[in-house]
């Protein structure tokens, strides 16, 4: 629905191009036209300015510190709802009914077993491997062990392919955990809840029934809707880019695994708690702030800052008020917690941190909660991806289901030298 034109004066030619206003946000102007009407392209190094999709799955109004996902602001969700009612949500739309997230449970309940063969792929990793590099192995290996669900063009078997991926994370990561501890494999469990299923299979073993503590599994399902959409962030991006070229589901998720493992992404949590820990008590805290600060120094300060929240990030709020409730609840506590508040206060009151508009992101307290409960710094990342596969599924079934969606192929500005002739070797 363009409601007008946006004109663009190049080269003494003036060219029109239709703008598009989405329900909320930012207008966008409808560029695709514009290499063949001007001979030009637009150019946006890491797509600042750029919208590469329609979506209506995940909204965030960054100057105000907003997080949508299907109109439900993050904070109601994370508080009233479920990881698996917010995974129906992202995927269909709607909130379920009680028998259509019931339905939807058992449905996912039902496929958390993964072929029993792809144990055999644990024990080609060293114990010490990282566990983000066993879960891009074993989520791509999916693909060859579940033929009847890769064919992108049929609707049922790209929801079974979602199902699967969603149900099947928690499983993987949790024998990722168990193959660097060293301990046996457990199987799902179908009385327990997605996330209590998780927390068993992670911490269970053989030799004795595994409690699961509810308020540290409420922790976690908050945890993984806070961790289960974002917007067109790099992951998110790279599954949609793999799909579009009709790549099968389990080698896009496995794609978006990789870029995910990045510490200026998803490998932010791991980074922020060995950050946490390198400066230990709050009276360092202002030698880190001032190497964060200093343009000679890579440093910067783990779990603060975000391409798109100039304003507190909603998902951090909800979980340092976690933080405080799993202490509670394991009667635990940590002095990098009174670092990390610390840390908050003194960044939010630097000019640097103020004007650049630098806030604590969803990264910057998970670490101490996960640690909390009992996850290996190297774990945080992997617990990220195992949330976010509804987000990068939802997202690719989106972009797979518009019938004008095309393969993602950028241009450039090209800057190497100009064709010239081959020298053969002895004229060097
Ligand atoms: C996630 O996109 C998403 O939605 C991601 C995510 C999701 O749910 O999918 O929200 C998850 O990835 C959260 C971000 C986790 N990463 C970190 O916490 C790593 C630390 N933060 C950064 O490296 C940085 O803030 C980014 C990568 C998150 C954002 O980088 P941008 O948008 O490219 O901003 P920038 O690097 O251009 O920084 C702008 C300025 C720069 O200074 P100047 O060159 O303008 O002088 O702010 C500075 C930066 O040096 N800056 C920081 C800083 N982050 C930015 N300085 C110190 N410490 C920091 N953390």
């Known amino acids: 629905?363009?409601?007008?034109?946006?004109?663009?004066?190049?080269?003494?030619?003036?060219?029109?191009?239709?703008?598009?206003?989405?329900?909320?946000?930012?207008?966008?102007?409808?560029?695709?036209?514009?290499?063949?009407?001007?001979?030009?392209?637009?150019?946006?190094?890491?797509?600042?300015?750029?919208?590469?999709?329609?979506?209506?799955?995940?909204?965030i109004d960054g100057d105000e510190g907003v997080l949508l996902h299907r109109g439900y602001p993050i904070g109601q969700l994370a508080e009233q709802s479920s990881f698996m009612e917010v995974s129906y949500l992202l995927l269909n739309g709607e909130l379920p009914s009680k028998d259509e997230l019931d339905e939807f449970s058992h449905t996912i309940t039902y496929h958390t077993m993964i072929h029993d063969q792809m144990r055999q792929f644990y024990q080609g990793f060293r114990r010490d491997a990282h566990p983000m590099a066993i879960m891009c192995g074993v989520v791509g290996a999916l693909s060859a062990f579940y033929?009847?669900?890769?064919?992108?063009?049929?609707?049922?078997?790209?929801k079974i392919a979602s199902h699967r991926l969603i149900a099947k994370m928690p499983t993987i990561a949790a024998w990722a955990y168990k193959y660097s501890v060293g301990q046996p494999f457990l199987y799902p469990?179908?009385?327990?809840?997605?996330?209590?299923?998780?927390?068993?299979?992670?911490?269970?073993?053989?030799?004795?029934?595994?409690?699961?503590?509810?308020?540290?599994?409420?922790?976690?399902d908050?945890?993984?809707?806070?961790?289960?959409?974002?917007?067109?962030?790099?992951?998110?991006?790279?599954?949609?880019?793999?799909?579009?070229?009709?790549?099968?589901?389990?080698?896009?998720?496995?794609?978006?695994?990789?870029?995910?493992?990045?510490?200026?992404h998803g490998g932010a949590n791991e980074a922020a708690l060995n950050m946490l820990r390198e400066i230990g008590t709050p009276d360092r805290i202002p030698h880190y702030i001032e190497r964060a600060k200093d343009k000679n120094d890579p440093f910067r300060l783990m779990g603060f800052g975000h391409r798109v929240y100039k304003n507190y990030d909603p998902r951090a709020t909800v979980m340092q008020k976690t933080v405080r409730e799993v202490f509670d609840a394991l009667n635990v506590s940590d002095p990098v917690f009174e670092t990390a508040l610390r840390l908050e206060e003194m960044a939010l009151q630097d000019d640097y941190f103020v004007e650049k508009k630098?806030?604590?992101?969803?990264?910057?307290?998970?670490?101490?909660?996960?640690?909390a409960i009992g996850f290996p710094t190297t774990?945080?990342?992997?617990?990220?991806?195992?949330?976010?596969?509804?987000?990068?599924?939802?997202?690719?079934?989106?972009?797979?289901?518009?019938?004008d969606q095309v393969i993602g192929r950028p241009r450039q500005l090209y800057t190497g030298?100009?064709?010239?002739?081959?020298?053969?070797?002895?004229q060097r």
């Open 1 to 59: 629905m363009a409601d007008k034109q946006a004109e663009l004066e190049v080269g003494g030619e003036t060219y029109d191009f239709p703008t598009i206003q989405g329900s909320v946000g930012p207008d966008v102007i409808d560029i695709r036209k514009l290499y063949g009407t001007t001979g030009r392209f637009t150019y946006d190094p890491g797509y600042k300015s750029t919208a590469s999709c329609e979506s209506a799955l995940t909204y």
């Open 147 to 158: 033929h009847d669900s890769t064919d992108i063009s049929d609707p049922e078997q790209r």
């Open 189 to 220: 469990n179908n009385s327990l809840s997605y996330t209590g299923n998780f927390l068993r299979m992670t911490f269970g073993v053989p030799a004795e029934d595994y409690e699961v503590v509810p308020a540290v599994e409420k922790a976690m």
């Open 222 to 264: 908050r945890i993984f809707i806070l961790h289960a959409d974002h917007e067109q962030n790099a992951s998110t991006s790279t599954v949609r880019l793999a799909g579009s070229s009709g790549a099968n589901p389990f080698a896009c998720i496995s794609a978006g695994i990789a870029c995910l493992w990045g510490p200026a």
């Open 358 to 371: 630098l806030f604590p992101n969803v990264d910057f307290y998970s670490g101490v909660i996960l640690s």
């Open 379 to 403: 774990m945080f990342t992997a617990l990220f991806a195992l949330a976010r596969t509804v987000g990068w599924v939802a997202q690719w079934n989106e972009m797979i289901s518009d019938p």
């Open 417 to 426: 030298p100009t064709a010239r002739d081959y020298v053969p070797i002895g």
